[in-house]
């Protein structure tokens, strides 16, 4: 089993930063990993995903050259630094690890931290 726990969510105005931190723990955080973000009223939506070795990554077309994925394996830790922050951003962010092969597919992901609040004002 993983726990994670999203962190580092927060209210910002259009062209902030925001670093959002997901502290793995229960065993080693060796799984591929990614973000995913649900705003109200929609879905659920792929934000960005890291392999365990943090040599690939995946991005969503509205968040690529903006938002960056990284991990920390010796921390256990996963994060995603966003840049250039847009009103359509704001969202409930998770962090999610899986034992499948890196994927953008939510059904893959075993593992889902409680969300981290962004919001984007105007």
């Known amino acids: 089993q993983v726990q994670l726990v999203e962190s580092g969510g927060g209210l910002v105005q259009a062209g902030d930063s925001l670093r959002l931190s997901c502290a793995a723990s229960?065993?080693?955080?060796?799984?591929?990993a990614g973000w995913f973000r649900q705003a109200p009223g929609k879905e659920r939506e792929f934000v960005a995903a890291?392999?365990?070795?943090?040599?690939?990554?995946y991005y969503a077309d509205s968040v690529k050259g903006r938002f960056t994925i990284s991990r920390d394996n010796a921390r256990n830790t996963m994060y995603l630094q966003m840049n250039s922050l847009k009103p359509e951003d704001t969202a409930v962010y998770y962090c999610?690890?899986?034992?499948?092969?890196?994927?953008?597919?939510?059904?893959?992901?075993?593992?889902w931290g409680q969300g981290t609040q962004v919001t984007v004002s105007s």
């Open positions: 890291i392999k365990w070795s943090g040599g690939t990554t």
């Open positions: 999610a690890a899986t034992n499948f092969g890196l994927t953008i597919s939510d059904q893959k992901y075993d593992y």
């Open positions: 229960g065993r080693t955080f060796t799984t591929h």
